[in-house]
């Protein structure tokens, strides 16, 4: 009888060699832990983390932005461009935006910070309300207008709280409501008569009722008080909450 000789390297490159579990699932780990860091870190560039303070000339803007960065009163001028700076709030820090009142070129600067923004500090000047209040409502009904700022909260803060002609908040709150609603009621007006239904006005409030704030979906506070004085505690607890 023929005996066949097989080599014993031979032999063994026929059986398959056993699978080595453990290094595959080294291997899925490590995909997962990247998977989960990219996600995190794409979520994290993302989302919306500044916060803006934007209103009329001369409202005091600059003044605020520099009181809550450096606690100190700047020697201010009308800002031409936007202040960008760091905000701290213990181990926490954000990104606050000071955007030039000046009509001209508020809307560029507001465009180009609007969908970094979590929260929008509307600066009034608490002396001169009665003598902006047109202007300040019309800015104020663009700006909530604007989808962009939908997920944000709206903080209007009545700044110049130091001055004995300041009115209070219930005032401005009152004020600002009746001129919101004839803002309002012209835009819609003047869509009509033109019918232009390229321009969207947006109706902001509850059909058929006069314009309350309350009426919005968006979170909207009221606060007083003095970038001058630095009488800022309930604007930067306010930052604080949200960051
Ligand atoms: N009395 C008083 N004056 C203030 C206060 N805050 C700002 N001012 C004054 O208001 C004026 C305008 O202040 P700014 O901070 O430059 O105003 P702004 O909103 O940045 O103005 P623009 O840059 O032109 O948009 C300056 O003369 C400030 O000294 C305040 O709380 N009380
Ligand atoms: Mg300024």
New binding site residues.
């Given amino acids: 009888m023929d005996r066949i000789n097989v080599k014993p390297d031979e032999q063994n490159s026929t059986e398959s060699t056993p699978v080595d579990f453990s290094q595959i699932l080294v291997a899925l780990i490590v995909g997962l832990v990247v998977l989960v860091i990219y996600f995190i870190y794409k979520k994290r560039s993302s989302t919306r983390s500044t916060f803006i303070?934007t209103?009329?000339?001369?409202?005091?803007?600059?003044?605020?932005?520099?009181q809550l960065l450096y606690s100190k009163?700047?020697e201010?001028?009308?800002?031409?461009a936007e202040n960008v700076g760091t905000y701290h709030a213990g181990r926490l820090s954000t990104r606050l935006i000071?955007?030039?009142?000046?009509e001209r070129v508020?809307d560029k600067f507001f465009d180009q910070y609007k969908n970094t923004a979590k929260g929008v500090i509307f600066?009034v000047?608490s002396?001169n309300i009665q003598k902006d209040v047109r202007d300040v409502a019309d800015y104020l009904y663009t700006l909530l207008s604007d989808s962009a700022i939908n997920p944000c909260s709206v903080l209007i803060f009545c700044?110049?709280?130091?001055?004995e002609m300041?009115k209070s908040i219930q005032v401005i709150k009152t004020l600002l409501e009746k001129e919101m609603n004839t803002v309002r009621k012209t835009r819609t007006s003047k869509l009509q008569s033109v019918d232009d239904s390229e321009n969207k006005v947006v109706y902001l409030g509850k059909d058929g009722k006069d314009f309350e704030f309350s009426h919005l979906n968006q979170n909207i506070q009221f606060y007083e008080?003095?970038?001058?004085?630095n009488?800022l505690e309930n604007l930067s607890d306010w930052i604080d909450r949200m960051m």
């Fill in positions: 303070l209103g009329l000339c001369d409202s005091g803007k600059s003044v605020v932005f520099s009163v700047p201010t001028f009308t800002s031409i000071d955007i030039p009142g000046h508020r600066v000047d002396v700044n110049k709280q130091d001055e300041a008080g003095s970038g001058k004085n009488e």
